[in-house]
Nanobody, 121 residues
Framework: QVHLVESGGGWVQAGGSLRLSCTAS????????MGWYRQGPGKQRELVAA???????TYVDSVKGRFTISRDNAKKAVYLQTNSLIPEDTAVYYC???????????????WGQGTQVTVSS
């Protein structure tokens, strides 16, 4: 079993910051890409940022310059530093990880339970 546990969501005023954390645990051979997705009210889930095991990153245009994704491979953790938050960032943020559970098996995608981020104007 693999579990992703997120923390760090909450309520913040526009212009504020939050740091989201996500840690993978369980039977894990290797963690490949880790990322953060979000789903706002009435919207589809979208990729916010992703990071490979060697540190290559990608961001959705709307958060570039404001959000920073990072990871700690030893801890199997991924972080999302969110700065200059705006009301449009309000969403449930989900951690995602592509994990090789056992050698010889296919890589599988796992999701966290989600953490709510609310930005008030």
């Amino acid at each position: 079993q693999v579990h992703l546990v997120e923390s760090g969501g909450g309520w913040v005023q526009a212009g504020g910051s939050l740091r989201l954390s996500c840690t993978a645990s369980g039977t894990i051979s290797r963690v490949k890409v880790m990322g953060w997705y979000r789903q706002g009210p009435g919207k589809q889930r979208e990729l916010v940022a992703a990071i490979t095991s060697d540190g290559s990153t990608t961001y959705v245009d709307s958060v570039k310059g404001r959000f920073t994704i990072s990871r700690d491979n030893a801890k199997k953790a991924v972080y999302l530093q969110t700065n200059s938050l705006i009301p449009e960032d309000t969403a449930v943020y989900y951690c995602n990880a592509e994990i090789l559970v056992l050698l010889g098996m296919p890589v599988r995608s796992f999701w966290g339970q989600g953490t709510q981020v609310t930005v008030s104007s």
